[in-house]
């Protein structure tokens, strides 16, 4: 939008507006300044009466004619008055003071905080990356294709699989695309088993999905000390499963063992399907491929993307390459043109498929491209040896924490599986109470698992990132030790 100065307005400023405008004269003196581009600068009234007579209307509400009158809304919006924008913006400053602001963090099960470096941001905000969408016409979106082969190759090293896409929306969706393109796979299959150990919101989006399809069943697999329990797995490995899904690590925070699980798994037929929330955790993790898992999946926005108020998120979904074809969601790939330059296309996209309706792969509609760039930027700054790093540090804190906790009398050890950033304890007081004492001194206490099962009824799930300090972990320490002792 133009620059505006004084003399286009007249001076006639919207009544309450507080406005110093650009005194008349200024046009000449800064020419260069002359159609400069600004964020936001509202129309002045003579501006909008000639788009209105450029239209041919009388005024903007001739433009709602087509619109019924007992539709319209016949009166102002429930806004506050027009103000300016240093008033607006202290305005949005003061709401967003009334946000608790924690200095200490410890809760993760599915949201994790981690650092952010200020080249992410400056990368993806600049234009040609932040507007655009997706790439409708693939041979003139280079740059968007070479971004997304680039975080493609990234997740296919960490996870040592051979193929993967980028249109998942988030963890939970993409475990449901693992667990109907396992089915497809199988063919005349009709059985998921899932872990008790999958993150249990996963496991709600993957029963809203699934029920749907007539003839799917899902089964849950119990735990047994904080992981898979191998028993109750055979038991139920019935010749009509199509997967086995389980968490690497899972909602606990334990390691399960996928090569034993594999070894089960292969000989029964059925493919097995690692399910990650805390995708940081495959800088410290042996690669779920080389393990001998068929597809892995699961949220990826610990690389380079802020939890914000919950989202956006990244799901991320690898297969072995003989499952390609199946895959939902785009493949870019690489090739030379004819002058033997390096160019990327449009492989596959299983979306276009929707005209098929129930027969398409799948129906996802988008692509987060935005959100798998801030991935890709962080993974290529970080590089091999900077993400091992991070993980170390998210382990070695994570134990530190676990220790500190332990010494107090009012935690104790549920299981002794190894872990990598979270962990279960049982707090033998009101967690709630626990919580809230917290939450007074500016800390963010684990979450309370006692709504999950019966079993975990008073224990409590602990995280800790890299970006836990010492100093936080003996202040949330200190806090918990002021709380009255446990009758």
């Known amino acids: 939008m133009k620059l505006a100065f004084a003399e286009d307005y007249g001076f006639e400023l919207p009544t309450g507006t507080s406005v110093v405008p650009f005194p008349r004269g200024w046009r000449a003196a800064v020419p260069h300044l002359e159609g ?13 009466r000639a788009l209105l007579d450029a239209i041919g209307v009388e005024s903007a509400e001739d433009l709602l004619k087509g619109i019924p009158p007992e539709l319209r ?5 429930d806004l506050p008055p027009k103000a300016s924008e240093l008033e607006v913006l202290r305005a949005m400053e003061a709401f967003a003071g009334q946000n608790r602001r924690f200095v200490g963090r410890f809760l993760g099960a599915g949201a994790y905080e981690h650092f952010v470096p200020a080249t992410v941001d400056m990368v993806t905000g600049r234009e040609e990356w932040f507007t655009a969408y997706t790439p409708y016409q693939p041979e003139v979106a280079q740059g968007t294709l070479q971004a997304i082969f680039e975080y493609q190759t990234l997740i296919c090293d960490l996870t040592g699989l051979d193929v993967t896409n980028a249109s998942m929306y988030d963890g939970a969706t993409a475990t449901v695309e693992a667990a109907l393109m396992a089915v497809r796979l199988a063919k005349k299959k009709n059985t998921i088993l899932i872990s008790q150990g999958l993150h249990p919101h996963y496991q709600e989006v993957l029963c809203t999905n699934i029920t749907p399809h007539e003839g799917l069943k899902l089964v849950q697999v119990a735990l047994k000390d904080g992981v898979t329990d191998i028993e109750d797995l055979k038991a139920k490995l019935t010749p009509d499963v199509a997967c086995v899904m389980v968490g690497y690590p899972n909602f606990l925070g334990c390691v399960e063992d996928l090569k034993a699980i594999q070894e089960l798994t292969k000989p029964a037929g059925a493919l097995l399907v690692s399910v990650t929330q805390e995708a940081l955790a495959f800088g410290w993790f042996e690669a779920p491929g080389r393990l001998g898992v068929d597809m892995a999946c699961g949220e990826a926005m610990s690389f380079g993307n802020y939890v914000s108020f919950g989202g956006p998120y990244l799901g991320f979904l690898a297969v072995k390459d003989a499952y390609k074809r199946e895959i939902p969601g785009r493949l870019i790939g690489q090739t030379k043109d004819l002058d033997g330059q390096t160019g990327y296309v449009l492989t596959l996209a299983s979306r276009e498929q929707h005209i098929r309706r129930d027969k398409a792969t799948s129906n996802i509609c988008s692509n987060q491209a935005l959100v798998a ?13 900077g993400l091992r790093g991070l993980a170390e540090q998210n382990a070695a804190k994570a134990q530190y924490l676990r220790q500190r906790l332990l010494e107090l009398p009012s935690f104790e050890a549920v299981q002794e599986q190894p872990f990598f950033n979270e962990f279960v304890l049982r707090y033998k007081g009101d967690v709630e109470a626990m919580q809230k004492a917290c939450a007074d001194e500016g800390i963010l206490a684990g979450l309370d698992l006692t709504p999950y099962a019966e079993s975990l009824k008073g224990c409590t799930l602990w995280c800790a990132t890299e970006t836990a300090t010492r100093e936080q972990i003996e202040c949330l320490v200190e806090v918990l030790a002021r709380i009255p002792s446990i009758g």
């Open 36 to 48: 400069c581009l600004m964020r936001y600068l509202p129309s002045a009234p003579s501006e909008d």
């Open 73 to 77: 809304l016949q009166r102002e919006l």
């Open 373 to 385: 760039l801030r991935a890709n930027v962080f993974l290529q700054l970080a590089g091999p040896e």
